[in-house]
């Protein structure tokens, strides 16, 4: 099983008619966010089909995957390393959590984050208290991907009812210049809010006046109508 037949596996379920769909979707037009990135066509479900066939690869021929100039390449890359993380040791977990953060610069796109942040590095920093403060670092990084990783690696927080540090990673990135962050704090934000809408609207009220709109409409999303139109109106 090696790392060229896993690539002729995934080009052989691509569908080139998807290519400028996905290229367009990810914005890798000239001074986008996903500037260059290659795209062969091939779908996520696809994805994880061939990734069930490889899913004994090791870190070294994940390591030439995640290294590919073609996303999707990475992706399975990624859909591997979670599926690994999944059934590892403690000892091999926190190996993983160290190779994901020694590679972070392939994982250079929103999906490849949000697809694995949250299940390898959120799930170790829950278990590994002591280590937590990589989210600090994360979330204070000049690398778009690894801002947004900090967030959402917390959703394994959220999920596990723990605020904390959500709330304190939305904090540091609330200045944040970059779309794709607003929209990631908001989601998260969001996501605290469905579990306890009371808490959100402490941080809210304390911030949203200063928050970027595109946060602050995700953050709001599941209120009622009459709240929402307050918080957007300035009214609170």
Not at 217 to 236: S, T, W
């Amino acid at each position: 099983m090696s790392v060229n037949n896993l690539i002729s596996d995934l080009k052989s379920v691509s569908q080139p008619e998807r290519i400028k769909d996905y290229q367009r979707f990810f914005k890798t037009g000239k001074g986008d966010y996903g500037e260059g990135d290659i795209f062969i066509g091939v779908t996520v479900p696809k994805s994880r089909i061939v990734a069930k066939k490889y899913k004994d690869l090791t870190l070294t021929e994940i390591s030439k995957l995640l290294r590919s100039k073609i996303h999707e390449v990475r992706l399975i890359a990624l859909i591997i390393l979670v599926n690994t993380y999944n059934k590892s040791s403690d000892k091999e977990r926190a190996k993983i959590f160290n190779f994901y953060l020694a590679n972070t610069k392939y994982i250079n796109n929103w999906d490849l984050v949000d697809l694995s942040a949250h299940k390898i590095v959120g799930e170790f920093l829950w278990r590994n208290p002591k280590k937590r403060h990589k989210l600090n670092e994360l979330a204070k990084s000049g690398s778009l991907w690894e801002r947004r990783i900090a967030v959402i690696s917390t959703f394994y927080f959220i999920n596990n009812n723990s605020y904390e540090e959500p709330l304190y990673i939305a904090e540091i990135l609330l200045s944040d210049s970059h779309d794709l962050i607003h929209k990631a704090v908001g989601w998260m934000l969001r996501e605290v809010g469905k579990r306890d809408q009371k808490l959100e609207e402490g941080f809210l009220k304390k911030h949203y006046r200063q928050m970027p709109r595109t946060c602050l409409r995700y953050a709001i999303e599941k209120f009622p109508e009459n709240l929402r139109k307050k918080y957007l109106q300035g009214k609170i």
